[in-house]
């Protein structure tokens, strides 16, 4: 079975520009969820999709973040206008709806660099 | 004051050792507590989970959660060259919502 999965791996972008994450989640996962290290900093909760509604979006830190998941399956992060402040590592996790454990699934990440 | 707490160490070992690593944390309402194991340049996989206060073991690792003292334990015996990673404590109060994160301790196993 295949795992979450992330595009691209590194990403080297100047600021003002706009930047595009995609995750994958693994087959079947309704949750799927956003998180982002800062460097020399904890991981931390950007939002969450249950299928294809945002059910929190308590942690994106402002409006230049635009997150989306088409028909409930890959998400997409986009950043417009990149600041060097969101350098970074950013995560993309899935789970079940239900089941018997309450864990999340990692993709490998994002390493976004902003110049 | 953080939400979790992590000693961000690094903390070296010789092979064999036995490895305590801890997280406290401030909300009491967490239930569920998991421990993950992260490689460099690897995402977050899980090693342990735990719901509510109590003991877990699983070959070499034991989890440990004591929710009166708002205190979590991984313990690894036997430790091997391969443990050499970020461990992070992770939890959550419901199942589906975000984790919330200890900033992981730098663990290095040495031969």
């Known amino acids: 079975e295949a795992g979450v999965t992330q595009f691209p791996s590194h990403s080297v972008i100047e600021k003002g520009q706009t930047v595009t994450l995609r995750c994958d989640p693994i087959s079947g996962h309704d949750n799927l969820y956003w998180y982002r290290r800062v460097m020399g900093k904890e991981i931390k909760f950007l939002l969450h999709?249950?299928?294809?509604?945002?059910?929190?979006e308590s942690g994106m830190p402002n409006n230049r973040f635009l997150a989306e998941r088409t028909g409930g399956t890959y998400s997409t992060l986009k950043v417009q206008p990149a600041e060097l402040e969101d350098s970074g590592v950013y995560f993309c996790a899935s789970s079940p709806l239900s089941g018997p454990y309450n864990e999340q699934f990692f993709g490998p990440g994002t390493r976004l660099t902003v110049l | 004051q953080k939400e979790v707490e992590q000693d961000p160490g690094p903390l070296s070992v010789p092979e064999g050792a036995i490895v305590s690593l801890n997280c406290t944390y401030s909300?009491?309402?967490?239930?569920?507590f998991m421990w993950y194991r992260q490689y460099s340049r690897k995402g977050p996989e899980l090693l342990m989970y735990?719901?509510?206060?109590g003991n877990k073991e699983d070959g070499r690792f034991t989890a440990q959660v004591d929710k009166s003292s708002k205190y979590i334990s991984l313990f690894i015996r036997d430790s091997q060259p391969s443990d050499s990673a970020t461990y992070l404590c992770?939890?959550?109060?419901?199942?589906?919502?975000?984790?919330?994160f200890g900033p992981g301790t730098r663990l290095s196993v040495l031969p």
């Open positions: 909300n009491s309402a967490f239930q569920y």
């Open positions: 999709f249950v299928k294809e509604s945002k059910q929190d």
């Open positions: 992770a939890m959550n109060w419901n199942y589906g919502q975000n984790f919330v």
């Open positions: 735990t719901y509510s206060s």
